[in-house]
Every structure is written in structure tokens, then in C-alpha cells.
């Protein structure tokens, strides 16, 4: 049977692209398709299906319920099942992927991805409904499963090159001197124009940390970070390590900064929690 995951990954690279650019601006860029190009590649139900079948199988047709690729594979008549030739069960594309006994149309999914993955605040499912034409229950249905295809498709491969590391608490608004009780950890690495990796983490301190840059961070990176007490051992265990000092207002020191996660990452987690979210537990801030 295949997995959920291996759908998600063939379709939303193709529908948006987002990369972290450590540059002045420490904006990020977006590369993929705009709405009017989104209707022009997907303008009906048949476009989609057609569109899913080749990013799943390509030229080799594989049915999911055998296995067997490249065999020959029927498509049958007035419906939209198709049929192997050698087990004779019928199977429509949508089998194995996020998309399965799913009475909504692929139009109406596809374009639930494209929203999900491509606005910078995310989008609620209220306002997934009215765009979709929808209730909100089956609107925050489908965000729930694109969600968890999100999150099964985490490239475990880690991060080299120079990567930024830095935590952050999310959590709703406490009294100053119980400023960061019942609020979430979150640390974040993100690698300087590719990828970022963030984990919910139970302290900020260097036991939970270093554990988790070993685990995420190729030994033959360089590390970049604020001068927090956890990172101050990375050296020793034979990382390329360098900080900077905020308490001098020093910001930063030639490309030693952390400008790309906290200008990239964490303005853009806070914007999409602040417009989706009226507040966020410990607990829902699971990753």
C-alpha cells in the first residue's frame, strides 16, 4: 500500500517553493504558481487526476493493490476507477494518499494545498470553507490531513553548510515574573538558503539541545547562534561554532548572525499563529 507521504511530496513542490535567503532583507522568497496559473493547470476534475497518476506513477503503472509495476493496467469505462490486469481489482488514483475515501473533489484538494503551503499567515479553516464552498468541519478535515502530510514528509537528512540555531517560546501572555511558565520550547536550525528543522522540544537548556543539534546537525557544520549557554560547548564536541553578542548590541559580525531564523522563521511562525490561532497551549504546539 503506499504511503500517504509519497503523494505529498510528488505534488506540492509543483505547486509552491518556499526558500529562506539570508540576506540583508532577510525576506523570503516564494517560487511556484499564482492563482489564475493554479486554474490553467488544474481548470477540472479530470486535469487533477491526470495530473496525480503521472506524478505518482510517471510512464511505469504500478496498481497499489498487487504491486506490480508497468503491468498493463485498464481504465474502465464511465467511472473513474482503473483495473490491473493481473489481480483484477479496481482502484482509483486516489488510493494510498491523503486524498483517499474522500468524497471532496480533487479540484476542491488541490486547491486546499495551495492555499496551506503557499500564504504566509496559513489560512483558518473558516475561511478555507467559504473559499471552497464548504462546511468548516470538512474544511478543517482536509487541513488536518494535509497538516500530518506535512509533517510525515520531514526530510531526515541533516542540515550542513552554515545553520543558524535558536529557540522560542509560544504560549499564551503570563505575568513578567512567570514569563515563560506554561509555554511551549521550540527549537529551531535552519541552514542558510535551504532548509530549516524545528522540534517541540521540554527545556531549552543543554541537555535537550545539544541532543537535538546531533541529531539534526551534520558535525561538519557551522554552527551560528546568540551566546545562550547551551550552545557554549559546541566546540568541544567538534562543531565549527561561532556567536554573537545581543547584550553589547551586536548583531552581527561579518556573516557570524542569526538574522535568517529569527527574521525567516520565527516572524513568519509568529504572523501564522497570531492570524490563525487566538492562542496556542503547550500542548497544541506539539511538532
Known sequence: MFQHQTIHLSIRPHLYTRHYHSNPENRSTTEGINPIDFYKKFPNEQSCRDYLQNARWGDNSTCPKCGVVDGKIYKLKDTRLLK????????SVRVGTVFEDSAIPLQSWFLAVYLATSLKKGICSVQLAKYLGMTQKSAWH????????????VD???LEGIVEVDETYIGCKTKERIKYDNKAVI???????????LSHVRSPGARVLLPEIAKNISPKATIYSDQWNAYKTLTRRGYAYASINYSVLEFGRGTVHTNTIEGGIWDHLNIGLKAIYMGVSPKQALI
Open 84 to 91: 490491473c490486469a493481473l489481480c483484477r481489482q479496481p482502484f
Open 142 to 153: 482536509m487541513l488536518h490531513r494535509i497538516r500530518h502530510s506535512v509533517k510525515s514528509t
Open 156 to 158: 531526515d537528512k541533516p
Open 187 to 197: 527549537f529551531g536550525a535552519v541552514e542558510r538558503k535551504g532548509k530549516d528543522k
